[in-house]
């Protein structure tokens, strides 16, 4: 990625295209619907514009990125108050073929509080470590830990017969 004090417009432009789906699919899976991901997506990158700050590599644009995604985010939910909410599962790819047991489990992942869902996405979703999520939330490895140990707990306990031993979230993973 190219510094940000050449030609803004390209920094933003290449920005966008290595990190946007990312902090898409972040601020759906904490927002639960697309209009308010589009809103916050948008924030962000308009944010990333106005930043003065210079970014040492990617892994650091990344992770202020995505800070400021879970940010625009709380901000949202905490000021705009909707409480309305759309299943997961309607927030899939269009042209992606959702099998039934797959929609059950996106609509149990809706019904975890907003932490441990978001924990869980960037866990299994992204790809991100405790410690890197830890980063993102400002808090301890540890934490994040626990929000995942109890979002498993919970996702197993409301599956009943939906686990086939293979694990509960692999069923879940999006097929590339």
């Known amino acids: 990625m190219e510094e940000k ?73 905490r000021f705009f108050a909707r409480h309305r909410t759309l299943p997961l599962a309607d927030l899939l790819v269009e042209d992606a073929a959702v099998q039934p047991e797959e929609t059950e489990i996106w609509e149990l992942l809706q019904s975890l509080p907003p932490k441990q869902r978001t924990v ?9 470590t405790t410690e890197e999520i830890a980063q993102i939330f400002r808090c301890r490895p540890a934490t994040v830990r626990s929000w995942l140990h109890r979002a498993r707990k919970k996702l197993k306990l409301e599956m009943g017969g939906l686990s086939d031993g293979s694990g509960i979230i692999q069923i879940a993973l999006p097929k590339d």
């Open 120 to 128: 869980l996405y960037q866990f299994y979703f992204e790809g991100y």
């Open 5 to 77: 004090t050449g030609r803004p417009e390209t920094f933003l432009q290449n920005a966008m295209e290595q990190y946007g789906s990312t902090v898409y699919r972040t601020a759906v899976s904490m927002t639960a619907n697309r209009a308010d991901a589009e809103d916050v997506y948008q924030d962000v990158f308009l944010r990333l514009l106005r930043s003065t700050r210079d970014f040492q590599n990617d892994t650091y644009l990344k992770a202020w990125l995505l800070r400021v995604t879970v940010n625009r985010c709380h901000d949202y939910t």
